[in-house]
């Protein structure tokens, strides 16, 4: 595998490697994302299933912190500002990009570094965790001590809608998780008392519009 490299968005578009309507490149133009790091021939960036579910979180259980883990190109680090977020720890092995992203912005910390090693970075209100399809079975054994770092809501990537089967036994017979679905993909959304109803009514708005 070629070092994986940050890249912009505008030369992944006028290259022909990513067309302009796609849901990464219209999410990223909209947040103000020009970097994305390329691995061989390939770009991770923020899908449209994450940002929407993450967006309708931050607006209705209003953080203070937030830990964006597996953070990729800092694109849900940089919504979460937006939504006035003031406290944010990004953590990536590859933070390049998101470096370049999130210049400027404040109260951002930038972590290089192993994101399966959660434990040490504190607690927050909001997690969001987007891993590579390979950890989301290691992430998911880690739920009980991903509820130990967050105080309100956790969300987290379980793949696509044809691997929900076989994601949903790691998550049966735990108390205070819902799956959502939004745009193909599945994500674990869970929460601590008091925020039940808040993200019971996100799923029905997400789901069912
Ligand atoms: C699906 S992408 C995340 C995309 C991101 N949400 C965005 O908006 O750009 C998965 C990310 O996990 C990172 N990664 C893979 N293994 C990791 C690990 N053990 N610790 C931290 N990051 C890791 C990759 O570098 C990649 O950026």
Redesign the pocket.
Known sequence: MLK?RPVRLSWLIRTGRLSEFSPTALISEKLG?DW??M?DEYV????PG??ELLDLILRYVKPKSFL?????????SKLASLRGVKRITY????PD??TLNLRGISGVEIIK?????FSRLGMYDVV?A???RE?IDDFLEKVDDLRKIFKKTCLI?IGDIEELEERSSLLEGRKMVKVIRAWGDCFATLWKPGFGDIVKHIKDLIEYG
């Open positions: 994986p994302i994305l790091m691995f991770y960036g923020p899908g994450i940002v964006d883990l597996f953070g990729g190109s800092g694109a849900l953590i990536d092995l590859y990009a998101a570094g192993d994101a399966m090693d969001v987007d891993p590579p950890l990537w």
